[in-house]
């Protein structure tokens, strides 16, 4: 009975741990001057982003790349505040025109994807970026870009997306936070260990022919949310696609936390929703594995934590037995959990949340589970709309 415990953590260690290494071996990126060259298009879908756009459009409007090699394609999906004349105002304002309001062309369950299909196929760059209306970039973005793929001959790029840091400190905030570097740290490791199994939308690149070749999103239209992940796997899939991480402080995409626990927990659900429709085996053995440990991880603090109440365990030496038992792998689990996180704390520069970590560690596993399980059996809200997958 025993070993079914600890097989799982035996294995969770052996994984996080390959994941830790995995992020050591991917190198961080150095660009070199030249000439830029690469014709870019810059895709940003939103809906009712009213309180994000001018802060978007303000870092896109600081970008240090010619403005002749690229375009910003902003998607206005339905809207119902005033987002879009925010854009329009924006536009006269600088008198650019290399920026461009559309509408989206709602077509299927995934508005989303259609907002990024409808954009690329009017796209006249050789990539697409894609980004979200709630994040800042940085200066120097388009210029490492066009310096990596050129020196990788890569067809999708994989970078790095920070949460903005907030003003008050909580556990909410920090929970936020960590939780957050651990999926860019299994994200960066991936890529390390020759496996990539996570992306994230608000800071991707990829090559528009080898996007239309794939039939764009149209085999996961169904499916509301993963325009990412599901690219990266179809990617993954062709022999012809060179994938790459960008390990670059220079491109990190901030975006904007969640404002209470409620828009945090729907966030997570509608992402762990797309889990059940992955086909790669590493996401599925990865998710799999986390469940499983995490769940286990809930049960046993908690037998541990009721059974300090029972005399006749405490008596019989029963609770000093499983205690023995149980506690190492609590502690190795805390331990490995943490080596990946502090490297990206490092990374991201977020170290004011450390503190933090042994409390959101023992929280972790109960809110993880809690929306796993939820993901499983019931739907998510997403942009005043619902959904069922």
């Not at 508005?111 to 120097?140: E, M, N, R």
């Not at 949460?163 to 909580?170: F, L, M, N």
């Not at 927990?265 to 599925?284: D, E, G, M």
Request: charged share 15%.
């Amino acid at each position: 009975m025993i070993w079914l415990i600890i097989i799982p953590f035996a294995l969770y260690v052996i994984t996080i741990g390959a994941l830790y290494i995995g992020s050591i071996l991917e190198k961080e990126f150095v660009p070199k001057l030249s000439t830029p060259i690469t014709r870019f298009s810059v895709i940003i879908p939103f809906r009712n982003e009213a309180d994000n756009l001018l802060n978007l459009l303000s870092s896109l409007n600081s970008l240090t790349y010619p403005t002749a090699l690229f375009e910003i394609i902003l998607v206005n999906d339905a809207s119902t505040d005033n987002s879009e004349r925010i854009v329009l105002d924006f536009i006269k304002k600088h008198a650019t025109n290399h920026i461009r309001l559309i509408d989206n062309q709602i077509k299927s369950s995934s508005p989303k994807k259609d907002a990024l299909q409808t954009a690329i196929h009017l796209a006249s760059g050789d990539w697409i970026v894609t980004t979200d209306a709630d994040c800042i970039v940085q200066p120097s973005w388009l210029d490492v870009l066009d310096h990596f793929i050129r020196a990788k001959n890569c067809q999708l790029v994989v970078m790095p997306v920070a949460i903005a840091i907030s003003e008050k400190r909580s556990f909410f905030k920090a929970y936020e936070q960590l939780d957050f570097l651990s999926l860019m740290g299994a994200t960066v490791g991936g890529f390390g260990l020759k496996l990539p199994f996570l992306c994230n939308g608000a800071n991707l690149a990829f090559d528009k022919e080898h996007f239309l070749k794939l039939n764009g999103y149209d085999a996961h239209n169904h499916i509301a949310s993963g325009d990412d992940h599901f690219l990266l796997e179809q990617m993954a899939s062709r022999k012809d696609a060179n994938i790459q991480y960008l390990k670059s402080s220079l491109v990190i995409t901030t975006t904007q936390p969640q404002k209470s626990w409620t828009g945090f927990i729907n966030q997570r659900i509608r992402w762990a929703k797309k889990a059940t429709h992955y086909s790669f085996w590493f996401s599925k053995y990865i998710g799999l594995l986390v469940l499983v440990v995490n769940a286990l991880w809930v049960f046993l603090f908690s037998y541990l934590i009721f059974t300090l109440f029972d005399n006749f365990l405490l008596k019989t030496g029963v609770y000093h037995y499983a205690l023995l038992i149980i506690l190492p792998l609590l502690i190795v689990k805390l331990i490995i959990d943490a080596q990946l996180i502090l490297k990206e704390a490092a990374f991201y520069k977020r170290w004011r949340y450390i503190a933090y970590l042994p409390l959101v560690s023992i929280f972790y596993p109960f809110i993880s589970t809690y929306i796993a399980l939820n993901a499983l059996m019931v739907g998510f809200e997403w942009k005043g709309r619902n959904y069922r997958r």
